[in-house]
T-cell receptor, first 116, second 115 residues
Framework: GAGVSQSPRYKVAKRGQDVALRCDPISGHVSLFWYQQALGQGPEFLTYFQNEAQLDKSGLPSDRFFAERPEGSVSTLKIQRTQQEDSAVYLC??????????????FGSGTQLSVL | AQKITQTQPGMFVQEKEAVTLDCTYDTSDPSYGLFWYKQPSSGEMIFLIYQGSYDQQNATEGRYSLNFQKARKSANLVISASQLGDSAMYFCAMFESTGFQKLVFGTGTRLLVSP
């Protein structure tokens, strides 16, 4: 596709339910990022992949959050036993470069997760 | 410590006028980059402009320019000749060359352009 694609666009989950959010980056993009954006806030870093390697997961808020990118392309962010505080927009971004020096990120439209 | 500070929660401007959105940052890394992104109601973050810490000149991209004052650690975005389609959230973000690969974002400024 032409841009970063995320699915589903909206997800409603009951508290305690597991969810999986998908990101299709631009073909050939090496770097992939997940961000969490709470209502009225800026995006907060969650995790970073370079190809299939997860190089930084320092932003994952708890061990309920897990991300993978097994073949270096599509990535999935999984949240187990969802809590109300997990409600947010989850943004995926990709870049053709390994370094962000002078390189912009290409963002998807995000998945809006609402936990009831 | 907050890395990126955007003190203006909201700004109003009339169509065709210029507007400045403020951004200050905090870093001890001599090599860093500053980005501005626009987020319309559709949710997608759109890259606007980039300024490297060693760039000699202020960055410009069409109607967007960056007023980079390194000593003051500020990187304000100037939008000239505002258009109705400029109404959106605007985020300032910073990349540091040392440490981990990530952009750190500010809390954003909502810009509303009126006819």
């Amino acid at each position: 596709g032409a841009g970063v694609s995320q699915s589903p666009r909206y997800k409603v989950a009951k508290r305690g339910q597991d969810v999986a959010l998908r990101c299709d980056p631009i073909s050939g993009h090496v770097s992939l990022f997940w961000y969490q954006q709470a209502l009225g806030q800026g995006p907060e870093f969650l995790t970073y992949f370079q190809n299939e390697a997860q190089l930084d997961k320092s932003g994952l808020p708890s061990d309920r959050f897990f991300a993978e990118r097994p073949e270096g392309s599509v990535s999935t962010l999984k949240i187990q036993r969802t809590q109300q505080e997990d409600s947010a927009v989850y943004l995926c971004a990709s870049s053709p470069a390994e370094s962000l020096q002078r390189e912009k990120l290409f963002f998807g439209s995000g998945t809006q997760l609402s936990v009831l | 410590a907050q890395k990126i500070t955007q003190t203006q929660p909201g700004m109003f401007v009339q169509e065709k006028e210029a507007v400045t959105l403020d951004c200050t940052y905090d870093t001890s890394d001599p090599s860093y980059g500053l980005f501005w992104y626009k987020q319309p109601s559709s949710g997608e973050m759109i890259f606007l402009i980039y300024q490297g810490s060693y760039d000699q000149q202020n960055a410009t991209e069409g109607r967007y320019s960056l007023n980079f004052q390194k000593a003051r650690k500020s990187a304000n975005l100037v939008i000239s000749a505002s258009q109705l389609g400029d109404s959106a959230m605007y985020f300032c973000a910073m990349f540091e060359s040392t440490g981990f690969q990530k952009l750190v974002f500010g809390t954003g400024t909502r810009l509303l352009v009126s006819p």
